[in-house]
């Protein structure tokens, strides 16, 4: 399970200008569970309270309506339940 999280992993290269956005973007996919929780920080003594937080789903549905463009969102799998 982790050797596939591992080889799952995508990094963007902006060698082609594809970031920010494109106007020419039409359709974009956002997968993960981790897209709709603005994760900020650790907890106990690492937690901190911003005045206010963006998730990465909101922040790119965001840029796409300015745009014109549709975001589909899915959840794609909570591998972590079956790490040792």
Same mark, same amino acid.
């Given at each position: 399970? #982790? #050797?596939?999280?591992?080889?799952?992993? !995508?990094?963007?290269? @902006?060698?082609?200008?594809?970031?920010?956005?494109?106007?020419?973007? #039409?359709k $974009?996919? !956002? $997968?993960?569970? @981790?897209?709709? @929780?603005?994760? $900020?920080?650790?907890?106990g003594?690492?937690? !901190?309270?911003p005045?206010?937080?963006?998730?990465?789903?909101?922040?790119?549905?965001?840029?796409?309506?300015? $745009?014109?463009a549709?975001?589909a969102?899915?959840?794609?799998?909570?591998?972590?339940k079956?790490?040792?």
């Amino acid at each position: 399970m #982790r #050797r596939a999280a591992a080889d799952a992993v !995508v990094l963007l290269k @902006n060698d082609k200008g594809l970031l920010p956005i494109q106007q020419s973007t #039409r359709k $974009i996919a !956002v $997968i993960g569970p @981790n897209a709709k @929780n603005a994760v $900020i920080s650790g907890g106990g003594s690492a937690s !901190v309270r911003p005045t206010y937080v963006v998730s990465p789903l909101d922040g790119i549905s965001k840029a796409a309506r300015e $745009i014109g463009a549709q975001v589909a969102y899915s959840v794609g799998t909570y591998a972590y339940k079956w790490l040792p």
